[in-house]
T-cell receptor, first 109, second 115 residues
Framework: GENVEQHPSTLSVQEGDSAVIKCTYS??????FPWYKQELGKRPQLIID?????GEKKDQRIAVTLNKTAKHFSLHITETQPEDSTVYFCAASSYKLIFGSGTRLLVRP | EPEVTQTPSHQVTQMGQEVILRCVPISNHLYFYWYRQILGQKVEFLVSFYNNEISEKSEIFDDQFSVERPDGSNFTLKIRSTKLEDSAMYFC?????????????FGPGTRLTVL
């Protein structure tokens, strides 16, 4: 069945450093790739998304890259701040969202 | 800004009881979804709904589950006979168009606790 793998499960970086989270997906029909952050007990909150006709998208300190051939997509956060610390989920979608297992990011002051 | 709303925020029930979780999608959206998230785990797709019928469902969505759009605004998830393992956060979502092309907007969730 459809599957999205996400790595790493935890990531600890020093404030100001970059953080990279990687995902791979299995369903070649997937054409929409959102990234969410989720505070404990809250709804997933969209932070950035990319569609299959684009290889890269940037929004201030956040960027996503997509390699459809390899079925990989990644989230890059630059100049990390302690308030970036939370859980991040990738997802891949053709007609429904299939989520990755999440990455807990800790940014050390 | 319009938002998806869900009620109740927390539901506690006894095993074997029926529960109905309610959602009000964004008014001009046509596609509706239910997801669940067991504590500490990933968000899992349950079912999608369009044009008053189920368009896709996952293996989790067995005969104990049903969805309904009883009127022009509400979208409900019913669990007929709850089990302990149904304890989770349930998120409703809606989108203007197909999920593959459009952002899904999530509600705040209903935390279901089955005792």
């Amino acid at each position: 069945g459809e599957n999205v793998e996400q790595h790493p499960s935890t990531l600890s970086v020093q404030e100001g450093d970059s953080a990279v989270i990687k995902c791979t997906y299995s369903d070649s029909a997937s054409n929409y790739f959102p990234w969410y952050k989720q505070e404990l007990g809250k709804r997933p909150q969209l932070i950035i998304d990319i569609r299959s006709n684009v290889g890269e998208k940037k929004d201030q300190r956040i960027a996503v890259t997509l390699n459809k051939t390899a079925k990989h997509f990644s989230l890059h956060i630059t100049e990390t701040q302690p308030e970036d610390s939370t859980v991040y989920f990738c997802a891949a979608s053709s007609y429904k969202l299939i989520f990755g297992s999440g990455t807990r990011l800790l940014v050390r002051p | 800004e319009p938002e998806v709303t869900q009620t109740p925020s927390h539901q506690v029930t006894q095993m074997g009881q029926e529960v109905i979780l309610r959602c009000v999608p964004i008014s001009n959206h046509l596609y509706f979804y239910w997801y669940r998230q067991i504590l500490g785990q990933k968000v899992e797709f349950l079912v999608s709904f369009y044009n008053n019928e189920i368009s896709e469902k996952s293996e989790i969505f067995d005969d104990q589950f049903s969805v309904e759009r009883p009127d022009g605004s509400n979208f409900t998830l019913k669990i007929r006979s709850t089990k302990l393992e149904d304890s989770a956060m349930y998120f409703c979502a809606s989108s203007e168009g197909l999920a593959g092309h459009n952002e899904q907007f999530f509600g705040p969730g209903t935390r279901l606790t089955v005792l």
